[in-house]
């Protein structure tokens, strides 16, 4: 179940760079070798000098969520962070462009929130299964259904949907957002896990949808059982976008910034983050005292973006997330109402 990267020791990671590229993006391998095999950086390099002298050029930067791979978390992220953090940045961003490595919704919410800029995603095929779960009539169909009930949307969801919301929350504030109403029912959707996680820390009735993360919904109670007989000692930490199950077998849970942060504060011999795969990666590099165990499930949308595409993107200036100003004023509404909770 857990990967070992083991380097051979006669490989060059620089073999056939040019030499001035080479020099430049030492400083990058260095902090990221214990995760990237040689044969695999010298692709990588050229692809990493290209994008920081274009971020240059174009007065760019780039917002890297934390599931994004670490050649593009460590090499060429200005930012990085979870979904919430990620919009704060975006909101306060001063560049002429933002590329945004992450899903659609994401690129999405950084126009919503700083629409003067021109805001990039590097595929426009990178989606989620949970913003697919779900489309604004289903939203009209639920507030029919549940007349005078609050509607939240996780941020994973369209602008479309989000027009139809009254406030938006993330992994990391969805029980505050909820509690905010001051309602005696909230409906919380479109992730059913979501949903029923939070239920279980607020006297709040939740009312959900039956979305589901394609990532978070295979990891199972008996699997995070058996990690802790094979590794003891591990520490596990879990997203709530897992099942209620997983979440309580684990001992912590939290947006991927949390989980991070509780792997800082507390520094476990060992740990398992209940996660996509490529973040244990990325604060590995960071905590080297810290043995990761790895159950490595990679969400095919972050994966989309890779470095020629974000290269491609600063050289072309797409693909530019336009939004439909009608839709975009009623959509940022509920974004804003989250980010005033502070
Ligand atoms: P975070 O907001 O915790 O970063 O989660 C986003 C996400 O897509 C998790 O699958
Ligand atoms: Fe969506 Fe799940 Fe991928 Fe996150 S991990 S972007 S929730 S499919």
Redo the contacts with the bound molecule.
Sequence with gaps: MSITITQAPDLDPFAGIDPAIARRTAPVYERIRSVIPPFKWTGFAPEIDAILRLKRERNAIILA???QTPEIFHGVADIVG???ALAREAAKAKADVIVVCG?HFMAETAKLLNPRKKVLIPDTEAG?SLADSIDAADVRVLRRRYPGVPIAAY??TSVEVKAECDICC???NAVRVVESLCAPQVVLLPDEYLARNVATQTDVQIISWKGR?E??ERFTAQEVDQIRETYPGVVVMA?P?CAPEVVAAADYTG????MIDYVGRTRPARAMLV??CSMADNIAVQYRDVEFVRPCRF?PHMNRITLPKIRRALETLSHEVDIEPAVAARARAPIERMLALG
């Design positions: 969520h934390n599931y979870d979904s919430l899903v989620c941020v994973n993330t992994s990391g993360c990532v978070h997203h976008e947006s991927t910034a949390g996660t996509e969400c």
